[in-house]
């Protein structure tokens, strides 16, 4: 668990890096309203790959689990 914790805030650290700059389509969806969407979309996507990773991690574990026995 500590390892996906330690994932994360490095993903987060690299995305505030690249946060810094200035663009001008953000601005334009900042003032449209529409960087809400993109926020929960792309947030949307990440918990799912976050999801599925971990249950394939879980059931990969219980195959070498299984191989060991």
Do not use: H, N, P
């Not at 993903?11 to 449209?32: P, V």
């Amino acid at each position: 668990m500590k390892k996906y914790i330690l994932t994360l805030l490095f993903s987060f650290t690299c995305f505030l890096g690249l946060a810094q700059s200035e663009i001008e389509m953000a601005d334009k969806f900042r003032a449209d309203g529409k960087i809400y969407v993109v926020i929960a979309v792309v947030l949307v996507i990440l918990t799912g790959l976050f999801i599925y990773l971990i249950s394939l991690d879980k059931k990969v574990s219980a195959l070498e689990k299984e191989l060991k026995k």
